[in-house]
């Protein structure tokens, strides 16, 4: 995002610090939906789902958890 749109800027003017930073805190494992509700009711505007979605997806590093088993039993 090269220049925020006002309703960006409408609603990290309304945090303590920035979007981005409250998206990271709050992101977890939680959909797009339950985030958006959360941060509507935070901020007192509503911003939809798709609307943080599109502007944080790309931002948004996922974890996956992988178990690597050096010798599983019945390896030949």
Do not use: C, H
């Amino acid at each position: 995002m090269t220049q925020p749109s006002a309703l960006y800027q409408l609603v990290e003017s309304k945090l303590d610090g920035t979007l981005a930073d409250w998206v990271a805190a709050n992101k977890g494992s939680v959909g797009w939906k339950p985030l958006a509700s959360k941060l509507s009711a935070e901020v007192g505007v509503t911003v939809s789902a798709e609307t943080l979605r599109l502007w944080f997806a790309d931002r948004i590093q996922t974890r996956t958890t992988v178990v690597v088993v050096a010798d599983p039993a019945g390896a030949a």
